[in-house]
Nanobody, 125 residues
Framework: VQLQASGGGLVQAGESLRLSCAVSGRTFSNLYMGWFRQAPAKQREFVAAISWRGGYTYFADSIEGRFYIARDNAKSTVYLQMNSLKPEDTAVYYC???????????????????WGQGTQVTVSS
């Protein structure tokens, strides 16, 4: 499975970005998808996840309703819409994919089988 993340960049606080992650090599609708981020000198942390058909979404508490996750199974792509960005959102953002049908496993890095290469998001104050 290959995951290609894109859409990162440099923005000012309060602005928005939309990240995309295109997936190939496996039936996308069978994959549980997640987004994580890793800031310098910090561990990779959970941001958001979405179930196979998009009916369930989950977010880290730190997101506070500012981000949205969506998927387009016809395009084999998952999105992360990030609004009201803050300097503390600065990190490399990674998309991840998980096989299997256990809906309780989505917030830990070792829940996922495949990872994208990451895309840098920098938010200036």
């Amino acid at each position: 499975v290959q995951l290609q993340a894109s859409g990162g960049g440099l923005v000012q606080a309060g602005e928005s970005l939309r990240l995309s992650c295109a997936v190939s090599g496996r039936t996308f609708s069978n994959l549980y998808m997640g987004w994580f981020r890793q800031a310098p000198a910090k561990q990779r942390e959970f941001v958001a996840a979405i179930s196979w058909r998009g009916g369930y979404t989950y977010f880290a508490d730190s997101i506070e309703g500012r981000f949205y996750i969506a998927r387009d199974n016809a395009k084999s792509t998952v999105y992360l819409q990030m609004n009201s960005l803050k300097p503390e959102d600065t990190a490399v953002y990674y998309c991840a994919a998980r096989r299997g049908y256990d809906s309780s496993r989505f917030a830990q890095t070792n829940d996922y089988n495949w990872w994208g290469q990451g895309t840098q998001v920098t938010v200036s104050s």
